[in-house]
């Protein structure tokens, strides 16, 4: 069975620092493009990171390029998403994504084949 399970999440302040892991199922993480999506309250879900199946090639939301960072340890079967300078307008729940298809930016929700369950990130200003 499928499963992507997120961790990392948390209130913190404007200006800090956090970082989100999604575990994946061997299955999944050897043969599938990985992202990160999310959804602030009361707003669609939007992509926010993406990662070639090798780790060779990232993309990123104009929101939070400079600022987060993708990466992912096939060893582990772990993507991570490191968010530096964090925002308000960063609140969200943040989900892990899973794409059959070939790395591209920005991943679009209609491709992903396998969700997370998604885990809260809230600044505080």
């Known amino acids: 069975q499928v499963q992507l399970v997120e961790s990392g999440g948390g209130l913190v302040q404007a200006g800090d620092s956090l970082r989100l892991s999604c575990a994946a199922s061997e299955r999944v993480f050897s043969s599938y493009t990985m992202g990160w999506f999310r959804q602030a309250p009361g707003k669609e879900r939007e992509f926010v990171a993406t990662i070639m199946l090798s780790g060779g090639s990232t993309g990123y939301a104009d929101s939070v390029k400079g600022r987060f960072t993708i990466s992912r340890d096939n060893a582990k079967n772990t993507v991570y998403l490191q968010m530096n300078s964090l925002k308000p307008e960063d609140t969200a729940v943040y989900y892990c994504?899973?794409?059959?298809?070939?790395?591209?930016?920005?991943?679009?929700?209609?491709?992903?084949?396998?969700w997370g369950k998604g885990t809260l990130v809230t600044v505080s200003s």
């Open positions: 994504a899973a794409s059959i298809r070939a790395f591209r930016t920005p991943m679009s929700p209609s491709s992903i084949n396998y």
